[in-house]
């Protein structure tokens, strides 16, 4: 069964009469095409009974048939109303259209209510985000292989980014040597902006990286992705320039214990809020509790956020083929900010990381 059928047997066993997908990336997930239309209007329309459509800015139609998309794909030029022509579109298959599934977590009110003006008969209260969460879940082993090569290309980068590192060099300018290094093999396309912060900037776990310039004696923290066929890498190492202080250095090794204490002790049959509790209950009893603010990890695949979150509260069973972040921090402000992450997928006995490099404490600059 494709990806599509999926949704049309969802459709069907909720008592909907089509689903109006918005989001780019589902329709990446569902189809294998992806733009950000920005203020244009893309969506794919599935049917319970009939073909789906995708409707987009004109200058995409052909892109869109190129990834080999066989079903109808409509266009819109820019001073046309999309709107008016979805309703048509939609009228020439559904006439009586009373239940559409929406993407709750996607829609915006503008456009919600756009749905609402060319179809005032029909009800929007069933949310399919959930349905194409759980669809995501457990990846395949083509989706497998491809963020294993997004994971070799973040290894790359670690690689070239630490090299880089010099005393008195900007934050600004490691990034830009890394991801050179990248486009020059042919990698063009980050997963997020990417991060490196000195000292103690790297406290603020969502800071940027910055003008700030690389000092001696302090932990330097990167946090990168690559993109490889739709499919993403996440990772964070943190690195020692010159001597860190005791300090920095205990912060160090409490993190990596937490961090490889959980990652050993993934597998399928725990729950996500007991691998959490692992590597918490470890960065507590070292007296950094209050500093580790943020989950253990989460979910990620052709994005670096996916579903699941990996944390307190969550219940949910790990399973094969689920893929995660294992990323414990610990952040002190004024002092450093340390975290380390690997990405894994869950095995039949286990798991596996998607990123190498080495988690030992290492020296540059």
């Given at each position: 069964m494709t990806k599509i059928e999926q949704v049309q047997q969802w459709i069907g066993e909720n008592n909907a009469d089509l689903a109006i997908i918005s989001d780019p990336e589902t329709i990446d997930y569902l189809t294998g095409f992806y733009s950000d239309p920005i203020e244009r209007v893309l969506m794919l329309i599935i049917f319970k009974h009939q073909d789906p459509f995708i409707f987009a800015p004109a200058l995409e139609v052909e892109a869109i048939k190129d990834t080999g998309w066989t079903n109808p794909v409509y266009g819109y030029l820019d001073h046309e109303n999309p709107w008016n022509m979805i309703h048509d579109r939609i009228q020439e298959r559904e006439v009586d259209v009373k239940e559409i599934a929406i993407e709750k977590g996607n829609l915006n009110v503008a456009r919600f209510e756009e749905y609402r003006r060319i179809l005032p008969a029909s009800n929007f209260s069933l949310d399919l985000t959930p349905m194409i969460q759980k669809m995501k879940l457990i990846k395949s082993d083509d989706e497998i292989e491809k963020l294993k090569i997004a994971g070799q290309w973040a290894d790359f980068a670690f690689e070239k980014g630490f090299e880089a590192v010099k005393v008195g060099r900007s934050e600004q300018e490691v990034v830009a040597e890394l991801q050179?290094?990248?486009?020059?093999?042919?990698?063009?396309?980050?997963?997020?902006?990417?991060?490196?912060?000195?000292?103690?900037?790297?406290?603020?776990?969502?800071?940027?990286?910055?003008?700030?310039?690389?000092?001696?004696?302090?932990?330097?923290?990167?946090?990168?992705?690559?993109?490889?066929?739709?499919?993403?890498?996440?990772?964070?190492?943190?690195?020692?320039?010159?001597?860190?202080?005791?300090?920095?250095?205990?912060?160090?090794?409490?993190?990596?214990?937490?961090?490889?204490?959980?990652?050993?002790?993934?597998?399928?049959?725990?729950?996500?809020?007991?691998?959490?509790?692992?590597?918490?209950?470890?960065?507590?009893?070292?007296?950094?509790?209050?500093?580790?603010?943020?989950?253990?990890?989460?979910g990620m695949g052709m994005s670096e956020h996916e579903f699941p979150s990996?944390?307190?509260?969550?219940?949910?069973?790990?399973?094969?083929?689920?893929?995660?972040?294992?990323?414990?921090?610990?952040?002190?402000?004024?002092?450093?900010?340390?975290?380390?992450?690997?990405?894994?997928?869950?095995?039949?006995?286990?798991?596996?990381?998607f990123t190498h490099t080495s988690k030992e404490l290492q020296y540059f600059g």
């Open positions: 050179y290094a990248l486009m020059q093999k042919g990698i063009m396309q980050m997963s997020f902006e990417t991060l490196v912060q000195a000292g103690a900037h790297a406290a603020e776990p969502h800071g940027a990286t910055s003008t700030n310039k690389i000092e001696n004696n302090e932990l330097v923290l990167f946090d990168l992705g690559t993109v490889w066929d739709g499919y993403i890498s996440d990772a964070s190492r943190t690195i020692a320039v010159g001597t860190p202080t005791d300090k920095q250095m205990d912060i160090y090794k409490v993190c990596l214990e937490a961090q490889l204490a959980a990652q050993d002790y993934a597998k399928p049959g725990i729950t996500a809020e007991e691998l959490d509790k692992v590597a918490r209950d470890i960065i507590e009893k070292a007296g950094y509790g209050e500093y580790f603010i943020h989950r253990l990890g989460h990996i944390m307190e509260g969550n219940q949910m069973i790990l399973q094969p083929g689920m893929c995660f972040s294992i990323e414990p921090g610990i952040y002190i402000p004024g002092v450093a900010g340390v975290r380390i992450e690997d990405c894994v997928h869950i095995t039949e006995n286990g798991n596996e990381p």
